[in-house]
Structures are given as C-alpha cells and as structure tokens.
C-alpha cells in the first residue's frame, strides 16, 4: 500500500505543524487534509464487515482514562470463554474481519489466548483476525516466559492477521506516570510493534487525545509514528481516539469538542502521508461526527462493528451497529465512492 502513497511530505517542520494544529482555521486545514486524502484515494472511502470481541473487562493496569475494567472478582467482572466468542461470530455469516482486544487478566493462561486464535483461524478460515494489543501482547510474555518475537510467531503460526494498534495512548512519559502508570511505556509499545511489522504482521496505529495532553505531545506523538512507518512500513491505518471521560476518574474534564476532535484528524491527515487509511472511528466519534471526520482528511469508516463493550461502559449507551448498506449511505452523502474492504 505504502508505494501509492504521495510522497512529497505537506510540512517537515514540527513548528509549523504545532501552530497549524494550535492556531490554524478549522475549514482551511479541514481543505488541505482533503486535498491530500483525495491525492491518495480520490473520491474512495473505506469500511469493512466486521465484529468486535472484547473477551474481558477485567484488568489490573488500573488506567484512570477507563471506564472499562473491573477488578478481579468485582461485580460486573466478565470473561468469554473460546466457546461463547466462537458461537458470537459463528451466527455472522458475512464477516470478513474479527477485532479482539480486552483486559490484562491474570486470571487467564497463555494457551488461552492461542487457543482462541487457532479455533477461530479453524473455523473461519478466510477471516482477518485482528486481535490484542501490545499491551496484551507485552502480557503474554511475560506470563509465558516467551520473548515478545516467539509469542508473535506462535500467534501468527496460529491465524492472527494483525494488531489492533490500541495502548499506544499518547508518547508521552509525563502523561504516563499521572494517568497510567502501570501500564508499558511507549518505547515498549514501539518495540512490540516494530517486532511484529519485522515478522510480516501488520499493525494500525492509534492516539488517545482530549484529557491532559498538550498539543505538542499530539505533535511529536504523530511524528513518532510517521519515522516508524518510515522505517518498517508496517502499519495499515491511524485511528485517532477522542477520550471519553465519562465514568472515568477524569469524569471532571470535558470531553474534546467537535473542533478539536476534525483539527486533530486533519493534522493527522497531513503528518500521516506514508499511512494509506485515517480511520473516523463511529463508536467514539458518533456517527454524524464521523461522517463530517470524512471531508476532514479521513478515508475508512471502519466498519459495522456489531459489538463494542469498551465504549459502552464509558457512555452509559449500547453500540448501535451499522449495516454496510447504512454505511456506504453516509460515505454517499458526503460525495465519496464506498469500497468494501
């Protein structure tokens, strides 16, 4: 994908970038972020048939930006066994993409997570499996006594497609020790994915953003990004995610504006030029936001979803799932060409 890509950086210089984010007018980066996107892609937006599986909400990370998790043995604490995840995508006949991502539970071996895979690989054979973070994946290791690379292999050996990209939050280490302290640092988060792109498993890309980052942090966070896509060109798509504090212990912040959220995908549009998708993320960004998100840079409007447990707990409101015809309706309304994926 990544030889289709336009090649003539928009801006090398992080200062320029960081004032166009901070001070430039919304409908005239909106103007350049599509203009680069239809260089790309042209009047093509992206969706694929999809389910999420989120087998777990337990976890001991104790992030405070997640509504999500539940202590072991907390009320409302759950796991899927393989057996209820294999039934979930048995009754969906047109998947063509399975996203698996949950907590670190303790609770739960390592022949799990293969095992999962492998019966999944076995029983839908032509589906992608994308499935587990770097931060599981970091996990996995580490109760396996597994080097990051043979857990990645065994995993691929199984069926998994690629990596979901999420845990990557925000590089930066002071937003780390206030917000999420036990979780993996960026430069582990970079070397799993570099490890994995080195073994020909594909990855996306992912930022948190609204809560107590600064705009340069977004700045150099996209940078990043953009060197390791440089280096192993292994990533598919950058899904930036706008923090939901609602039932959160940051429940006192706002969540970020409408203004905010396409200034950030817009920036992203135009740092991201060797990234073949920007994904308008529906579940986050609701489904009228993202539909505008595509005349703000972005090109892939993930797809139906069916499921998500993440968002659910953090808003309080069920996931509405999309179908592909309501989806190539929204890409339609906004003048683009659906291309199922």
């Given at each position: 994908m990544a030889s289709h890509l336009e090649k003539k950086r928009f801006l090398a210089d992080k200062k320029e970038l960081l004032n166009l984010y901070k001070k430039g007018n919304l409908f005239e980066l909106g103007?350049?972020?599509l203009e680069v996107k239809e260089k790309i892609h042209g009047k093509r937006y992206y969706y694929t048939i999809n389910r999420h599986i989120n087998y777990t909400n337990v976890c001991i990370i104790n992030c405070k930006f997640c509504g999500y998790y539940k202590k072991p043995k907390e009320k409302g604490a759950y796991t899927l066994s393989?057996?209820?995840i294999l039934e979930k995508l048995l009754s969906e006949d047109s998947l063509r993409e399975v996203h698996i991502v949950g907590g670190v539970n303790p609770e739960l071996p390592y022949s799990y997570y293969v095992n999962l895979i492998k019966k999944i690989s076995l029983a839908k054979p032509h589906l992608r499996i994308r499935a587990f973070t770097c931060v599981e994946i970091d996990f996995l290791s580490k109760i396996s006594?597994?080097?990051v690379r043979e857990v990645l292999l065994e995993l691929k050996e199984a069926g998994l497609s690629s990596l979901p990209g999420g845990g990557a939050e925000v590089f930066s280490e002071r937003i780390r020790r206030e917000l999420y302290p036990n979780k993996i640092s960026s430069e582990r988060w970079i070397e799993i994915t570099k490890t994995a792109h080195q073994i020909g498993l594909k990855s996306n890309a992912t930022l948190l953003f609204g809560h107590l980052e600064t705009e340069e942090e977004v700045?150099?966070?996209l940078l990043k990004l953009r060197e390791i896509q440089e280096e192993t060109g292994g990533f598919e798509a950058f899904v930036p995610l706008p923090?939901?504090?609602k039932n959160t212990k940051l429940?006192?912040?706002?969540?970020?504006?409408?203004?905010?959220?396409?200034k950030t995908i817009a920036i992203s549009r135009l740092i991201l030029d060797n990234f073949f998708y920007i994904k308008a993320y529906w579940v986050f960004l609701g489904i009228g936001?993202?539909?505008t998100a595509l005349l703000w840079g972005a090109d892939h409007f993930h797809g139906t979803v069916i499921e998500e447990k993440i968002s659910e707990a953090m808003k309080q409101e069920s996931v509405v799932r999309l179908s592909p015809q309501e989806i190539e309706k929204i890409i339609k309304e906004v003048e683009g060409?659906?291309?199922?994926?």
């Open positions: 103007k350049l972020a393989v057996e209820e006594g597994k080097k700045i150099e966070h923090f939901i504090p429940s006192y912040l706002s969540p970020p504006s409408a203004q905010r959220i396409l936001l993202a539909q060409e659906p291309v199922l994926i």
